[in-house]
């Protein structure tokens, strides 16, 4: 079966810093992994995503994942934190275990920006 | 090409009454899901759908709630009676089955419910 963890329900930067969101996920076969953006009042819309071939994907908003399947990692990181950056943000891991791609959400990790 | 449209936007409505949220996938797709988020539990999946067909309802959380796709543009999700606990935004998204996985799911704006 396959789950998802994302490690703290909210994360806070300042403006220009460095974002780290953290992913780490289970999956008895190789997975495919997506971080998915959640804007105030608004639907999840996909941010990146990882299916095969390079490790590092890079993603909408200058965004960036590394996937590490020795760490079973799929963290998200942003160099330089913009205002417009503040959201909900979810990791979310597929397989075809069961014969579904069905994906599982983890709990998402808030991101607040100060200026 | 139009996204993902759920109607209504926002409902408020009495316990007890009845209320139907509405959805109409992207054209072309052959998976539609229904989730519900809250601040308690996160974003949970209710039901999907392929093909028109129920294949997991096992999130529904109880016999109030039901969910029906007559046809490959239109499902709908009822909760009757409604209760205050059923407060919450409720998504629903589409996705079209390709290769051997990966694809992205594209959700709709949500429906925000009140039941007071």
Same mark, same amino acid.
């Given at each position: 079966?396959?789950?998802?963890?994302?490690?703290?329900?909210?994360?806070?930067?300042?403006?220009?810093?460095?974002?780290?969101?953290?992913?780490?996920?289970?999956?008895?076969?190789?997975?495919?992994?997506?971080?998915?953006?959640?804007?105030?009042?608004?639907?999840?819309?996909?941010?990146?995503?990882?299916?095969?071939?390079?490790?590092?994907?890079?993603?909408?908003?200058?965004?960036?994942?590394?996937?590490?399947?020795?760490?079973?990692?799929?963290?998200?990181?942003?160099?330089?934190?913009?205002?417009?950056?503040?959201?909900?943000?979810?990791?979310?891991?597929?397989?075809?275990?069961?014969?579904?791609?069905?994906?599982?959400?983890?709990?998402?990790?808030?991101?607040?920006?100060?200026? | 090409?139009?996204?993902?449209?759920?109607?209504?936007?926002?409902?408020?409505?009495?316990?007890?009454?009845?209320?139907?949220?509405?959805?109409?996938?992207?054209?072309?797709?052959?998976?539609?899901?229904?989730?519900?988020?809250?601040?308690?539990?996160?974003?949970?999946?209710?039901?999907?759908?392929?093909?028109?067909?129920?294949?997991?309802?096992?999130?529904?959380? $109880?016999? %109030?709630? !039901? @969910?029906?796709?007559?046809? #490959? *543009?239109?499902?709908?999700?009822?909760?009757?009676?409604? $209760?205050? %606990?059923? !407060? @919450?935004?409720?998504?629903? #998204? *589409?996705?079209?089955?390709?290769?051997?996985?990966?694809?992205?799911?594209?959700?709709?704006?949500?429906?925000?419910?009140?039941?007071?």
């Amino acid at each position: 079966a396959q789950s998802v963890t994302q490690l703290g329900s909210h994360v806070s930067v300042s403006e220009g810093a460095l974002v780290l969101l953290r992913c780490n996920y289970s999956s008895s076969v190789p997975p495919y992994l997506f971080w998915y953006v959640q804007y105030p009042n608004q639907g999840l819309q996909l941010l990146l995503k990882y299916t095969t071939g390079a490790t590092l994907v890079k993603g909408i908003n200058g965004f960036e994942a590394e996937f590490k399947k020795s760490e079973t990692s799929f963290h998200l990181t942003k160099p330089s934190a913009h205002m417009s950056d503040a959201a909900e943000y979810f990791c979310a891991v597929s397989d075809q275990a069961g014969g579904s791609y069905i994906p599982t959400f983890g709990r998402g990790t808030s991101l607040i920006v100060h200026p | 090409d139009a996204g993902v449209i759920q109607s209504p936007r926002h409902e408020v409505t009495e316990m007890g009454q009845e209320v139907t949220l509405r959805c109409k996938p992207i054209s072309g797709h052959d998976y539609l899901f229904w989730y519900r988020q809250t601040m308690m539990r996160g974003l949970e999946l209710l039901i999907y759908f392929n093909n028109n067909v129920p294949i997991d309802d096992s999130g529904m959380p $109880e016999d %109030r709630f !039901s @969910a029906k796709m007559p046809n #490959a *543009s239109f499902s709908t999700l009822k909760i009757q009676p409604s $209760e205050p %606990r059923d !407060s @919450a935004v409720y998504f629903c #998204a *589409s996705t079209k089955q390709q290769g051997q996985g990966g694809n992205t799911i594209y959700f709709g704006e949500g429906s925000w419910l009140t039941v007071v």
